[in-house]
């Protein structure tokens, strides 16, 4: 398993933007499908995107469609999630995570971040 480490969550108002970071320093992120969970409070776990690691396809649940878009920043070996005109229902822990080496979308993850807190409120 890696050590996933997350940044960019906050306070952001309605139609505002956020931009996560994932990284880790114990491999290339470039070798491994990555997703973002997020948990809304009282509330299961829902996956909202991934990235592959063949092709960089990347895949959005229909909440965040057309919002959210994921993008690899292979020299920083670091991961973004870009999100605009966020909601108050996007409110929730955000978790980076990741498949097993040469994984793709839809495999279970193996590896999971600490989590950082977005909070969409006026």
């Known amino acids: 398993q890696l050590q996933l480490v997350e940044s960019g969550g906050g306070l952001v108002q309605p139609g505002g933007s956020l931009r996560l970071s994932c990284t880790t320093s114990?491999?290339?992120?470039?070798?491994?499908?990555i997703g973002w969970v997020r948990q809304a409070p009282g509330k299961e776990r829902e996956r909202i995107s991934c990235?592959?690691?063949?092709?960089?396809?990347?895949y959005y649940t229909d909440s965040v469609k057309g919002r959210f878009t994921m993008s690899r920043d292979n020299a920083k070996n670091t991961v973004h999630l870009q999100m605009n005109n966020l909601k108050p229902e996007d409110t929730a822990v955000y978790y980076c995570?990741?498949?097993?080496?040469?994984?793709?979308?839809?495999?279970?993850?193996?590896?999971w971040g600490q989590g950082t807190q977005v909070t969409v409120s006026s």
């Open positions: 114990e491999a290339t992120l470039d070798y491994y499908a």
């Open positions: 995570t990741a498949t097993a080496i040469f994984g793709e979308c839809g495999a279970d993850y193996e590896s």
């Open positions: 990235i592959n690691s063949s092709d960089d396809n990347s």
